[in-house]
């Protein structure tokens, strides 16, 4: 199998922007699509001040960011990433939204593309089934942030090959990422622990063991954690917690993953965190003030 030198990123929000922004880096040729041209837009902008950021730290040079810049290219025609060498998908955490687009992406496949998805908790054997390819189809998890976090999770289908598992963990540490090997079981390994640990934060407040400050404080100053739950929960954004939540109750059958119902609460509010200005803390002022 031949080397990774393209790349198409499907999805121009946080994480396909920082994946995009990852690979450009790496020195592919970068394709980012979304169907939405004012979120290409953004998130171009976004790419190129959190590489000046970067510059400002001394991580990377002014040519390095340059030069990784001049590699992205942002389409709204899907179509158009189909010749890269790897297609990575970072879609909304919905399993039919997912699957339709690489349905959509089949046709302008060349026949060498392998594919990768982003999900955080849906099995990889599923989406890699909506395929032609499954045994070119991968699980390749950045965490959030991706040009920050040094992790990456790789999950293979059942109808994976060694060929395609070997190729997508060379590209990936030839980013500079640390790689770990889950198995596709609902929610890999990062969010089969994180996220029910912040479903349980949410249960805290619900059931009024304490305040958002006083949970967040007690994880942060008592077990270390750099973010409290609740202020990592709308990092993330509530939707996508829920959605995982949803993910492992319905793929472990166990009553210990059911989704808090303050946390279907505010994700019905619209109250899905930074993203938003508004979860467990409202953003809108100079500094985050909780909301209940």
Not at 7 to 27: E, F, K, P, T, Y
């Amino acid at each position: 199998m031949g080397d990774i030198n393209s790349v198409g990123v499907i999805g121009a929000g946080q994480m396909g922007s920082g994946i995009a922004h990852v690979c450009a880096l790496g020195g592919r040729e970068v394709k980012l699509h979304d169907q939405n041209a004012e979120r290409l837009k953004a998130a171009l902008a976004d790419i190129e001040k959190n590489m000046a950021r970067q510059v400002a730290k001394g991580l990377i040079t002014e040519a390095d960011a340059k030069a990784a810049l001049s590699r992205i290219a942002a389409t709204v025609n899907l179509a158009e990433i189909g010749q890269a060498d790897l297609v990575i998908e970072a879609a909304t955490e919905n399993e039919e939204v997912k699957k339709a687009i690489f349905q959509a992406l089949t046709p302008s496949l060349k026949a060498t593309t392998l594919l990768a998805s982003n999900t955080s908790s849906i099995s990889i054997t599923r989406l890699a089934a909506s395929t032609d390819r499954p045994e070119r189809f991968i699980g390749l998890h950045f965490m959030n942030p991706a040009p920050v976090m040094k992790l990456v999770e790789i999950i293979r289908g059942i109808a994976t090959t060694p060929a395609t598992y070997e190729t997508v963990k060379v590209f990936a540490e030839s980013l500079g990422k640390v790689t770990t090997d889950a198995e596709d079981y609902p929610a890999f390994i990062v969010n089969r622990i994180l996220v029910p640990m912040i479903n349980e934060a949410i249960y805290a407040l619900y059931e009024g063991v304490g305040d958002v400050r006083s949970i967040d404080n007690s994880l942060k100053l008592g077990a270390n954690h750099p973010m409290g739950p609740l202020e990592l929960g709308d990092f993330m954004g509530l939707d996508v917690v829920l959605a995982i939540m949803n993910v492992l109750h319905d793929g472990m059958s166990d009553t210990k993953y059911r989704p808090c119902p303050l946390l279907v609460k505010y994700v019905e509010a619209g109250w899905l965190g930074r993203k938003t200005g508004r979860g467990f803390y409202d953003y809108s002022g100079p500094t985050p003030e909780p909301t209940r």
